[in-house]
Nanobody
Framework: QVQLQESGPGLVKPSQTLSLTCTVS??????????WSWIRRSPGKGLEWMGT???????YYSPSLKSRTSISRDTSKNQFTLQLSSVTPEDTAVYYC?????????????????WGQGTQVTVSS
């Protein structure tokens, strides 16, 4: 059974870089055809897809966040990481990592097979 767990700081100062890690257990992140995503929910808003890293290592980013977002992976630890630079209070949200088996629509939330429990990140000085 595949399980995902987010980790990282719960408080980040404005202008800094937010960094979160998702640890995957139950299967390798390099197994074809997994796609691993970062998704967030800001206060009073719906879910927002941020980006995805494929089993192959290819990455895909939301156009609205692409300039500030980087997703990478550490295959030796079976983890993938989100970095969001130049954060502002508007980046305050619950951040989720999620996994999809096979190519799909990144913003079709019911297509994701696996979800982490989510982690609250607050941007504040």
């Amino acid at each position: 059974q595949v399980q995902l767990q987010e980790s990282g700081p719960g408080l980040v100062k404005p202008s800094q870089t937010l960094s979160l890690t998702c640890t995957v257990s139950g299967d390798s992140i390099t197994t074809n055809p997994y796609y691993w995503s970062w998704i967030r929910r800001s206060p009073g808003k719906g879910l927002e897809w941020m980006g995805t890293i494929a089993y192959s290592g290819s990455t895909y980013y939301s156009p609205s966040l692409k300039s500030r977002t980087s997703i990478s992976r550490d295959t030796s630890k079976n983890q993938f990481t989100l970095q969001l630079s130049s954060v502002t209070p508007e980046d305050t949200a619950v951040y989720y990592c999620a996994g999809m088996t096979g190519w799909g629509l990144w913003e079709q939330w019911n297509e994701y097979d696996y979800w982490g429990q989510g982690t609250q990140v607050t941007v504040s000085s």
